[in-house]
């Protein structure tokens, strides 16, 4: 017969792992940028409560991550050429920074590790628009009214524009413009014609 004594001792660790688990804390949602502190020690990030900021079919998809070498390039991008929303803004000392934007309902997640940066290599993002001429104009403005202070060598990395009229693109020609950003980022825009 087994004893009380010896039973306890076989429980016990069982009892004390049910009581450690539910006092984790659970990850902590995305938030908007002004709530976020940037001394923040959390680094999971958690679903959007920005509902514009969702694929546009409303499926499965969550978001792209992007790791980079330099995130200050991707920040001016994003931010002073593309006009995106800063959904979050994390830097965790000696570990990584991250920024989350929103971009065409796209939530677009910059990483950059600060223990072992790693350029970005290549990543395309792909958007049909009504009018590319018109898009190129207002994002080529952009670029030169908020990099104005910037020599061209420091702007190149940041934003460079292309217009290809009539090319095929899934099965179809569309006029495209291509906007080359940081360490092989490229966000392509396609206008199908007529």
Not at 66 to 71: G, H, N, S, V
Not at 124 to 140: K, R, S, Y
């Amino acid at each position: 017969m087994v004893s009380r004594r010896h039973m306890t001792q076989r429980i016990w660790p069982w009892l004390s792992i049910g009581l450690i688990i539910p006092s984790y804390p659970l990850p902590i949602p995305l938030v908007s940028a002004q709530d976020s502190a940037p001394s923040e020690s959390h680094t999971e990030m958690g679903g959007v409560s920005n509902e514009r900021c969702r694929s546009a079919d409303g499926g499965t998809f969550e978001n792209i991550q992007i790791e980079t070498a330099d995130i200050h390039l991707h920040e001016q991008l994003f931010e002073s050429v593309l006009h995106a929303s800063l959904v979050q803004r994390l830097d965790h000392p000696q570990t990584d920074r991250i920024r989350a934007y929103c971009y065409r309902q796209i939530l677009v997640v910059i990483r950059q590790d600060l223990r072992t940066p790693r350029p970005t290599g290549w990543v395309q993002l792909n958007f049909l628009v009504n009018d590319v001429a018109a898009l190129q104009q207002e994002l080529e403005a952009t670029a030169r009214t908020a990099l104005a202070t910037l020599d061209i060598a420091k702007r190149e990395p940041i934003a460079r524009f292309r217009l290809k009229p009539g090319v095929m693109r899934n099965h179809r020609k569309v006029d495209r413009l291509e906007v080359y950003g940081p360490e092989g980022l490229l966000i392509g825009f396609d206008q199908p014609q007529q």
